[in-house]
């Protein structure tokens, strides 16, 4: 095997489905570089109008929760039912107000 | 192993690769029954979620099987760019192998998020410790050869991908869901194929109904052993990773396809095939079970042939992975 099998570093591709909307994981390629990273998302992810905008990030760049700290870590919006516009009964007679 | 420096995806990050041994009894048992929980709850598991070991392996060796397989399966498609009957034929072909690769390039980017390199995947391949579907060690001979596989070999590749794309694992299942959208594209291509060339000369006839011959039994066989013998159907049918079990899946493929051979005219080569109105299947005959062993032991008719020709890519390619690099090594210097 030649000596340049080592791979290059994995960017995560994000897609813009259409003008408006937010961008959208849709996988990984191996590039040396983001430009490279860019052509070949374009080659794997955006054969057929997938979108009109497209980011590739180094994965190494992402942070992310882990799902043990799921409880912990979105929990506070637990006991903070008032942020939910349904917690607040609407005097009869109103119909509408937001 | 080498894994892979992901912090999205990073299982290096989580508890689960090489902690088995390090957990309690008691905490792997609680953990395992959380994972059953949630499977059964037809939630998918995410990379970064704990995971049994043992799904883990079944997953790997499963995803990369199957993105070896898109990409030997460039081959024998390969073969007819070249002598494609027209410029728009030739123009779809290339779309429909290159959409391959592509195929291949979201398994293994999925399966890298169970933490092997897509490197060391393709050492695997290319050194036959991994295996990829046997219906690509058969020659394409004739350019109706192409409508059989387009037709019947992406036909069966659908009904395999349309239930895996329901899978527990996350990123397999949403890498399915993609390749659905894109080999109904493949499945028609081959079918047009085949429906011009039966309403062609009776050479042309010919040659399609032979490219059905060689083709109908090894596209039976894709979908597996029978169910009382593949040796790994009962954890992967439990884990969720496996839906159906290969006969029911090989069942549908057949009720489908029978009629759309009858529409045009083509013959199925089995003489055992009828339709069981009580069943509402068709019925079929013996698979040849001793020639799916052969070939996937590695002596079908084109083994050698494609693991040749995909270390002679591999290595062909080696100057573009060179100046790839090169390029972007200049243009970091030059900006500093």
């Known amino acids: 095997m030649s000596d340049n099998n080592h791979q290059w570093p994995i960017w995560e591709v994000f897609i813009q489905p259409k003008n408006g909307s937010a961008h959208e994981h849709a996988g990984s390629v191996h590039a040396p570089d983001g430009e490279m990273a860019l052509l070949n998302a374009r080659d794997v992810y955006g054969r057929r109008l997938e979108g009109v905008n497209m980011w590739v990030v180094p994965a190494t760049a992402i942070v992310a929760s882990t799902p043990e700290d799921v409880g912990p870590f979105f929990d506070p919006a637990n006991d903070k039912m008032y942020r939910w516009p349904n917690y607040f009964k609407t005097p009869e007679g109103i119909k509408q107000i937001s | ?336």
């Not at chain 2, 309690?24 to 395992?32: A, D, F, G, I, T």
């Not at chain 2, 779809?92 to 897509?118: C, F, N, P």
């Not at chain 2, 109706?144 to 019947?152: C, E, N, P, T």
């Not at chain 2, 590749?157 to 329901?166: F, G, M, R, W």
Request: with cysteine; hydrophobic share 40%; aromatic share 8%.
């Open chain 2, 1 to 336: 192993m080498h894994f892979v420096n992901r912090n999205l995806a990073n299982p290096k990050q989580t508890s689960n690769i090489g902690m088995e041994t390090t957990l309690s009894v008691e905490e792997l048992n609680k953990r395992e029954a959380e994972f059953d929980a949630k499977i059964a709850g037809g939630k998918t598991i995410e990379p970064k979620d704990w995971m049994p070991e043992r799904y883990r392996k079944q997953l790997l060796r499963m995803m990369s099987q199957h993105a070896h397989s898109e990409v030997v399966g460039m081959l024998p498609e390969g073969n007819w760019i070249t002598r494609a009957p027209s410029l728009a034929r030739k123009a779809v072909l290339l779309a429909k192998v290159q959409d391959e690769a592509g195929h291949g390039l979201y398994i293994y980017s999925a399966a890298e998020t169970l933490g092997m390199d897509r490197s060391e995947m393709i050492d695997q391949l290319l050194s036959g410790k991994a295996k990829y579907s046997s219906i690509f060690n058969y020659p394409t001979l004739s350019w109706a050869d192409i409508g059989a596989i387009g037709w019947l070999v992406d036909g069966a590749a659908i009904v395999n991908q349309t239930v895996l794309a329901k899978c527990s694992y996350g990123p397999y299942s949403r890498a399915m869901l993609r390749i659905c959208k894109e080999e109904n594209f493949h499945n028609k291509q081959g079918y047009q194929i085949m429906a011009y060339l039966m309403r062609g000369t009776k050479e042309q006839r010919d040659m399609a109904q032979d490219a059905m011959n060689r083709f109908w039994w090894p596209a039976l066989m894709m979908f597996g052993p029978s169910d009382t013998n593949s040796p790994n159907s009962a954890d992967l049918m439990k884990w969720k990773v496996k839906l159906n079990s290969n006969d029911d899946l090989r069942q549908r493929f057949i009720d489908r396809t029978v009629p759309q051979a009858e529409a045009i005219g083509l013959r199925i080569p089995d003489d055992k095939l009828k339709w069981n109105e009580s069943t509402r299947h068709y019925e079929f005959g013996e698979i040849n079970w001793a020639e799916f062993n052969q070939v996937i032991s590695g002596n079908g008719p084109c083994n050698k042939l494609r693991m040749k020709q995909r270390t002679d890519a591999h290595n062909n390619g080696a100057w573009v992975r060179e100046a790839a690099a090169a390029y972007s090594a200049k243009k970091a210097a030059s900006k500093k």
